[in-house]
């Protein structure tokens, strides 16, 4: 799909100057950083707070000429289940804000890379900063 799209491959290689020996690959993208931590390929576009990342000790590089708009992750909900449960409501707007990509990338470090129970995970994240914090 990347190879693809408008926002894709193209647009990052204008944008950037990038040329490459050879054509792109397309993986899955797990299998991607895979390849990248074992050479087989030098570069990958990937997903900023994945847990691999920090597993096998890869380099997230900063888009500093903001190719990418941000990806920012937004709690999706039934209307019903929220009308059913506003205690729901009220604990995802306390966590709206709260999330930076960093932590969000050392969460899933925590279950993908160490294999962490995620509930575990969300207790600790919660239990390291106060009500209020950001």
Known sequence: EFLERPDGYAGLARTYGLRFASAPRVMDLTLS????????????????????????????????RQYFPPYD??????????????????????????????????????????HEDVSAIVRRFLAERPRGAR
Do not use: C, F, H, W
């Open 33 to 64: 950083y895979r390849a990248l931590a074992s050479r087989q390929v030098d570069l990958i576009a990937g997903d900023a707070t994945a847990g691999l990342i920090k597993s096998l000790d890869l380099v997230r590089l900063e888009d500093n």
């Open 73 to 114: 992750a937004v709690p999706v909900a039934r209307a019903q289940m929220l009308l059913r449960y506003p205690q729901v409501r009220a604990a995802i707007e306390r966590l709206a804000g709260r999330i930076s990509a960093d932590d969000m990338q050392a969460m899933n470090y925590a279950a993908d890379g160490r």
